[in-house]
């Protein structure tokens, strides 16, 4: 594979003894296919399941058991292709990978070497500082995941647990062209967020949906590649920022200690935060491929891939520029809502319920108040205990002036605690606004006589006390008064 420059590099260097080094990256995703069954076979895929029992014949590799495609992975590494603007490729092909390990029955894995299902593409991505780069993708394909090995579990023993053998795993290849670790950060983060979009991958890194082999080499600006080495399996953000990080400024003290990067396989330890070599890297022909004889390629026509194209929903980028153009929702807070594919539903569920015009009023009150109170439940918005027609009939209480912005806070505090309808607690409490007249003018004339040396300095021309007065009043009216009204009758009494 031979790679040009991207041509949009960051400005990031590694500082060596020697003068400033450049980092390249590519990053090879693991993404887990969102699927009932597995690729080959009608096991299922729950995480978490009791160990081997979730295991076929075909996934155990017993003798003579045959693969047979399961139609909804090749749909979701499909729309994901489309969704990278990638170029779907009509034919594709299983090859075998040949290799032994014992968590690998089969004594080879079914992967696609020579004809992914999906080829190039591209990723934009934006670091927390605003650089923006775009990313190539250099292909997608389809393939098995292996068993697991577990070693930690007795002294002498290892133990293998085949639940994971044989889920389908979308290997997402991007080009050399990220160059710093926030990039590659940024990248993961951008692609997790449009998988869990897509609905093709749940992107739950702990659990090991998605997990990413670090390619790293570092070279003097303007300088040709060098050569790289592989950091396999990284299982978050962070820590794929932090090998990036170790692995580069190792290869600068390598090459300007006089040493060679070997190209070679190493691991990332996150607890001591560095890499060390665990093979040297094995080439295409180590693996013997070879075409798998008891597999059709696939082929799909043109009806399919509109199929899934119309299946795609609104993809962050575009509902991002919509919320700003449409919705007249900031920038900021839009970023925030679009950001995650729960947050979205959850917002757009709101505005089901509150109609357009109460947008911005919805987009504020949901990344302040909502999240405010959810961080401090300690629960995510997908378990939120005020469910988005709730959070609207809310915002319209607010709308209407039945309550007033202070009086929400503490209806959501309520909320959250019980579950209960803003009606029904605005109702039981007596918490509705009150914008009569009467009311108001009886509290603000019992303040004005108890504080008439404070209502001559006001007049003396102290304009600040004002504030002390709507306070005051407020107050008297338990936070019910309607502040409009209330400034609106406090001025008109002061004026007097
Ligand atoms: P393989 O790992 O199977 O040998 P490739 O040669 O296609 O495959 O490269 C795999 C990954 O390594 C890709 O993500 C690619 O962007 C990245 N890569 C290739 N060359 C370099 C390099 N010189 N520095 C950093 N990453 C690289
Ligand atoms: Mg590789």
Redesign the pocket.
């Known amino acids: 594979?031979t790679?040009t420059d991207n041509g949009n590099h960051g400005s990031y260097r590694v500082k060596g003894d020697t003068g400033d080094w450049e980092i390249?990256?590519?990053?090879?995703v693991h993404a887990q296919v969102t699927a009932q069954s597995k690729l080959f076979s009608g096991a299922a895929t729950t995480f978490g399941a009791e160990p081997n029992s979730q295991v076929s014949l075909v996934d155990a590799a017993m003798p003579g058991m045959l693969p047979v495609l399961n139609g909804e992975c090749v749909r979701q590494a499909v729309r994901t292709g489309l969704a990278l603007g990638a170029e779907i490729h009509r034919w594709s092909r299983f090859d075998r990978k040949n290799y032994f390990y014992a968590d690998l029955p089969q004594g080879y894995q079914i992967s696609q070497l020579y004809h992914p299902i999906v080829g190039e593409g591209t990723l934009d991505v934006e670091t927390d500082d605003g650089t923006r780069t775009t990313v190539g993708i250099?292909r997608i394909h389809l393939e098995q995941d292996a068993g697991k090995s577990v070693h930690d579990l007795h002294p002498t023993m290892s133990y293998v647990d085949l639940n994971r053998s044989g889920c389908a795993l979308m290997e997402i290849?991007?080009?050399?062209d990220i160059r710093s670790p926030a990039e590659a950060g940024a990248y993961v983060a951008a692609l997790r967020q449009l998988l869990r979009y897509v609905g093709s991958c749940d992107g739950n890194m702990d659990e090991g949906s998605m997990r990413a082999d670090v390619?790293?080499?570092v070279r003097r600006p303007g300088e040709g590649?060098?050569t790289?080495t592989?950091t396999k399996n990284v299982n978050s953000v962070r820590f794929i920022m932090q090998a990036v990080e170790v692995e580069a400024r190792r290869q600068v003290e390598l090459i300007e200690g006089g040493g060679t990067v070997v190209q070679e396989t190493r691991l990332f330890d996150p607890n001591s935060g560095t890499t060390r070599s665990m093979r040297s890297k094995e080439d295409a022909h180590d693996y013997r491929y070879f075409p798998d004889p008891d597999l059709l390629p696939v082929e799909f026509d043109e009806a399919f891939v509109a199929d899934c194209l119309a299946s795609l929903p609104e993809l962050p980028v575009a509902k991002r520029a919509r919320y700003v153009e449409a919705l007249d929702i900031s920038a900021y807070n839009a970023a925030v809502l679009t950001a995650d594919v729960e947050t979205a539903r959850y917002f757009e569920a709101v505005l089901d319920g509150t109609g357009a015009p109460l947008a911005t009023a919805a987009a504020n009150w949901v990344t302040s108040e909502l999240f405010g109170a959810l961080k401090k439940a300690g629960v995510g918005i997908e378990a939120s205990p005020v469910k988005p027609g709730q959070a609207a009939d809310l915002l319209k209480l607010v709308g209407d002036g039945s309550i007033s912005n202070s009086i929400a806070k503490q209806v959501l505090e309520v909320m959250v605690e019980t579950g209960e309808d803003p009606a029904a607690i605005v109702e039981a409490r007596g918490l509705q606004q009150v914008s009569d007249t009467g009311a108001i003018d009886a509290a603000i004339a019992a303040i004005i006589a108890a504080n008439a040396d404070k209502v001559d300095q006001y007049k003396a021309g102290k304009e600040a006390l004002f504030g002390f007065f709507v306070g005051q009043t407020m107050k008297a009216m338990a936070g019910k008064a309607n502040p409009g009204v209330v400034n609106e009758r406090l001025k008109a009494a002061l004026a007097g």
């Open positions: 594979m790679y390249v990256v590519g990053l090879e250099e290849v991007s080009k050399p390619n790293v080499s590649f060098g790289r592989e």
